[in-house]
């Protein structure tokens, strides 16, 4: 049983900053992987950043890399997506999904939450 609810979302101008959330359910992940992903209106969805919650390692899509940084809160069973000097391109729902260590697809995922931003 896994439930992922992501928040955090919003309307920002360029060149802002917004944190997103995503609580796991207060569950023990220390054999997971958890993650972000997004979806522009009319695109695939895409990938965004994983963090390994056992080490705390960490992988960014290229494109991203050195806006957004992922992190993990253990107490409180929660992944986080800080989003720095955003672009209107960022626009998208943002997902928050998680997969065991050992399969290689996101088999669990959380409703999303809207990110807008504004030129």
């Known amino acids: 049983q896994v439930q992922l609810v992501e928040s955090g979302g919003g309307l920002v101008q360029a060149g802002g900053s917004l944190r997103l959330s995503c609580a796991a359910s207060?569950?023990?992940?220390?054999?997971?992987?958890m993650g972000w992903f997004r979806q522009a209106p009319g695109k695939e969805r895409e990938f965004v950043a994983t963090?390994?919650?056992?080490?705390?390692?960490?992988y960014y899509a290229d494109s991203l890399k050195g806006r957004f940084t992922i992190s993990r809160d253990n107490a409180k069973t929660m992944v986080y997506l800080q989003m720095n000097s955003l672009k209107p391109e960022d626009t998208a729902v943002y997902y928050c999904?998680?997969?065991?260590?050992?399969?290689?697809?996101?088999?669990?995922w959380g409703q999303g939450t809207q990110v807008t931003v504004s030129s």
């Open positions: 999904a998680e997969r065991r260590e050992t399969d290689s697809n996101f088999g669990s």
């Open positions: 207060g569950r023990t992940l220390s054999s997971y992987v």
């Open positions: 963090i390994r919650w056992s080490l705390g390692t960490t």
